[in-house]
């Protein structure tokens, strides 16, 4: 594990294929924490020229509205981030196979899709590093796992780490690991949102105000997750330690284990990692068309 930005971009240059709200939050990163000049980022997307002016105005980034400066940035760049939908991953990459320099770094965030299916598009051994991030990126409190090609060397791994270190931390995993950190916190933001609305629901219905049940609700949640951190315990040790016999707690912890509470959410968990890899399927699939 690694939450700490210990090196900066230098002069590298960077190419965001796809300026999504991933993309947005690690180019956020990467500038606010003043580990690259937003002159050396450059943004590009298909058609959507006022989303990469609204990050222009933004973040001071270089938009690329033109085919000729796409071709450019994509060609001179030290790396390029796919962050297109993974609908689209495979026309694309096939679409950029004529653009790129073999040397390039290549990242991505593209949910299921694996290193061979980028190198299969590629038709080479590029360096790649595939990654998962989650939404909380946004505010510098991300969850990353990363992996990394055969041909990727230690300045291009300094590279990618400090990228998703500047919106979090990072976790470097082998490869066929990568659909447990989909499952765990690439969507584990999600489930925590859903909890959090059963809570402001239910407190709604004992008699507080929405306002009240969202404020308690948000601190509550906020605050457990503090003490998991600052604490180093374990969540189970905690749990237990707030647990009294025949108290409120239990009643509640008991209710929850009738509806098989951590029963669903494990499976929800494992689901999740298994639709990652049925996208990869696909986008696999799609890459051996014609």
């Given at each position: ?8 971009l ?28 937003p ?10 020229a ?20 796409k ?18 991953a ?15 770094l290549?990242?991505?965030v ?10 299969q598009?590629l ?7 595939r990654t ?5 990126s ?5 969850a ?11 300045e ?5 780490l ?8 990072s ?10 950190v989909n ?29 009240a049940?969202?404020e ?13 951190f600052?604490t180093?315990?374990?969540?189970g ?21 009738r509806?098989?509470?951590q ?14 890899r ?13």
């Amino acid at each position: 594990m690694s939450d700490s930005n210990t090196s900066s971009l230098g002069n590298h240059t960077l190419c965001f294929y796809g300026a999504g709200s991933m993309a947005e939050a690690i180019l956020r990163g990467l500038v606010e924490a003043k580990l690259a000049d937003p002159k050396n980022i450059t943004v590009m997307n298909r058609q959507n020229a006022d989303r990469l002016l609204q990050l222009q105005q933004q973040y001071g980034v270089v938009p690329a509205t033109t085919d000729e400066l796409k071709n450019s940035a994509l060609n001179n760049a030290d790396v390029v981030l796919l962050g297109m939908k993974p609908k689209d991953a495979a026309n694309a990459i096939k679409t950029l196979k004529p653009l790129l320099r073999p040397d390039q770094l290549i990242v991505s965030v593209i949910a299921g899709l694996s290193i061979s299916t980028i190198h299969q598009l590629l038709e080479r051994e590029q360096p790649v590093v595939r990654t998962m991030p989650n939404t909380s990126s946004t505010i510098g409190l991300g969850a990353t796992g990363i992996s990394f090609s055969d041909s990727v060397n230690d300045e291009q791994r300094n590279l990618a780490l400090t990228m998703f270190n500047a919106v979090g931390l990072s976790a470097v995993v082998e490869e066929p690991l990568i659909e447990a950190v989909n499952g765990v916190s690439g969507s584990g933001p999600a489930y925590v949102y859903y909890l959090m609305e059963a809570m402001i629901d239910a407190g709604v219905q004992l008699g507080l105000t929405p306002e009240a049940a969202r404020e308690l609700t948000v601190q509550t949640v906020r605050g457990a997750a503090e003490m998991v951190f600052s604490t180093g315990e374990n969540p189970g040790e905690l749990r237990r330690k707030v647990t009294s016999p025949n108290g409120t707690t239990q009643a509640a912890i008991e209710t929850l284990d009738r509806f098989a509470f951590q029963e669903g959410l494990n499976k929800a968990i494992v689901r999740c990692a298994e639709r990652a890899r049925e996208m990869g399927d696909a986008i696999r699939a799609e890459a051996v068309k014609d």
